[in-house]
Nanobody
Framework: QVQLVESGGGLVQAGDSLRLSCTASESIAMYYAMGWFRQAPGKEREFVVG????????HYADSVKGRFTVSRDNAKKLLYLQMNSLKPDETAVYYCAAALECSAGYGCSDVILSDHEYDRWGQGTQVTVSS
């Protein structure tokens, strides 16, 4: 069973940068559409960015466009999220996810936006941005 593990979270000041990583337990996981979500205390889980299996297509939430960059290294089984100019209201637990129904094997090159279409989730990594 595919497992995802996030890392790289921490406590930073407003305006700082962080890079999150998501490691997959199996190489096959890197041929799925993947995404990053976040959930702040008392709020619903929020889409941050999605990336198709090859990395050729991405889709960002408007709130992070121009500041966050997603990338993947399928050979290394890694998904990254570079976050620049962080804001205090972006304090949240950040999750990576994989959509098993949208993969290279299925001929799917879509970017998945809805959390309901993601099948595997990491345990999350805390990002805290102080003002």
């Amino acid at each position: 069973q595919v497992q995802l593990v996030e890392s790289g979270g921490g406590l930073v000041q407003a305006g700082d940068s962080l890079r999150l990583s998501c490691t997959a337990s199996e190489s096959i996981a890197m041929y799925y559409a993947m995404g990053w979500f976040r959930q702040a205390p008392g709020k619903e889980r929020e889409f941050v960015v999605g990336i198709n299996w090859s990395g050729s297509e991405t889709h960002y939430a408007d709130s992070v466009k121009g500041r966050f960059t997603v990338s993947r290294d399928n050979a290394k089984k890694l998904l990254y999220l570079q976050m620049n100019s962080l804001k205090p209201d972006e304090t949240a637990v950040y999750y990576c996810a994989a959509a098993l129904e949208c993969s290279a094997g299925y001929g799917c090159s879509d970017v998945i936006l809805s959390d309901h279409e993601y099948d595997r989730w990491g345990q999350g990594t805390q990002v805290t941005v102080s003002s």
